[in-house]
């Protein structure tokens, strides 16, 4: 539940920072959508077992693949300095 109240706010904080612009261009300062953010938008209305629901969830799939992978090189390169570093 604290995992989930989280991820919650921080796709908020995300959401309200960055402008909540679906459209994506190269100037830097125009606003943007996250993935996250855009999940949390976008879900209440897409209809149920519609193509815009099933991209959604494919969408949530995608960033919680790309966020284990991250979390789990990460902990792979800290236990091997871990190791490296402890036998000094």
């Excluded at 920072?17 to 100037?27: C, D, R, V």
């Excluded at 799939?61 to 871990?82: D, H, K, S, W």
């Amino acid at each position: 539940m604290i995992g989930f109240g989280r991820a919650v706010g921080e796709t908020m904080i995300v959401l309200m920072a960055t402008g909540n612009t679906p459209i994506l261009e190269l100037h830097a300062f125009n606003g943007l959508r996250t993935l996250s953010a855009n999940i949390a938008v976008e879900i209440p209305e897409a209809p149920v077992a519609g193509t815009l629901y099933r991209v959604l969830f494919i969408a949530a799939l995608l960033l919680f693949i790309l966020t284990f992978a991250c979390n789990t090189i990460a902990e792979v390169v800290r236990q091997r300095l871990r190791e490296r570093y402890q036998a000094v």
